[in-house]
């Protein structure tokens, strides 16, 4: 019953997309979202590849189509990404922050469970940098006496 009525509300039209920038560590995602007119579920694509055969552990496959399971929207919406940058896991979590931002573009009404749950959070951490005279960026050469 909630699937069908997301479904009529959402603002896209056949042909049409709406994209969302994802960026976690280095890596930087771009997600556009269209209407899925094959109707089958979890049509996502990263980089041309199946998003099961481009991520293989299941917990980044759970982190990439956690927006659309949340909302029951696997089989409405078809998702193609572009994943530039960084390693397997920031791309994944990039693909989910650019979804969640597409989804809220679609149909603001998902902003409040999305937030709830996380995926509208940007995680800004990035590996700090080596200083001079430094082994890594804090680790210091071994002191000595004499």
């Given at each position: 019953?909630?699937?069908?009525?997301?479904?009529?509300?959402?603002?896209?039209?056949?042909?049409?997309?709406?994209?969302?920038?994802?960026?976690?560590k280095?890596?930087?995602?771009r997600?556009?979202?269209?209407?899925?007119?094959?109707?089958?579920?979890?049509?996502?694509?990263?980089?041309?590849?199946?998003?099961?055969?481009?991520?293989?552990?299941?917990?980044?496959?759970?982190?990439?189509?956690?927006?659309?399971?949340?909302?029951?929207?696997?089989?409405?919406?078809?998702?193609?990404?572009?994943?530039?940058?960084?390693?397997?896991?920031?791309?994944?979590?990039?693909?989910?922050?650019?979804?969640?931002?597409?989804?809220?573009k679609?149909?603001?009404?998902?902003?409040?469970?999305?937030?709830?749950?996380?995926?509208?959070t940007?995680?800004?951490?990035?590996?700090?940098?080596?200083?001079?005279?430094?082994?890594?960026?804090?680790?210091?050469?071994?002191?000595?006496?004499?």
């Amino acid at each position: 019953m909630e699937e069908t009525k997301l479904s009529e509300n959402l603002n896209l039209e056949p042909g049409k997309y709406v994209e969302g920038i994802g960026r976690r560590k280095t890596a930087t995602c771009r997600v556009r979202v269209y209407l899925n007119d094959k109707e089958e579920p979890f049509n996502i694509w990263v980089n041309n590849v199946y998003y099961k055969n481009y991520f293989k552990p299941l917990e980044l496959i759970k982190i990439v189509d956690a927006p659309l399971r949340k909302f029951k929207l696997q089989s409405v919406l078809k998702v193609s990404a572009k994943c530039t940058g960084g390693g397997i896991r920031g791309q994944a979590e990039a693909i989910r922050l650019g979804l969640s931002r597409a989804l809220v573009k679609i149909n603001p009404e998902l902003k409040p469970k999305l937030k709830r749950s996380g995926f509208l959070t940007r995680d800004s951490r990035k590996v700090e940098r080596k200083k001079y005279g430094h082994k890594k960026a804090r680790k210091s050469p071994q002191w000595h006496k004499r």
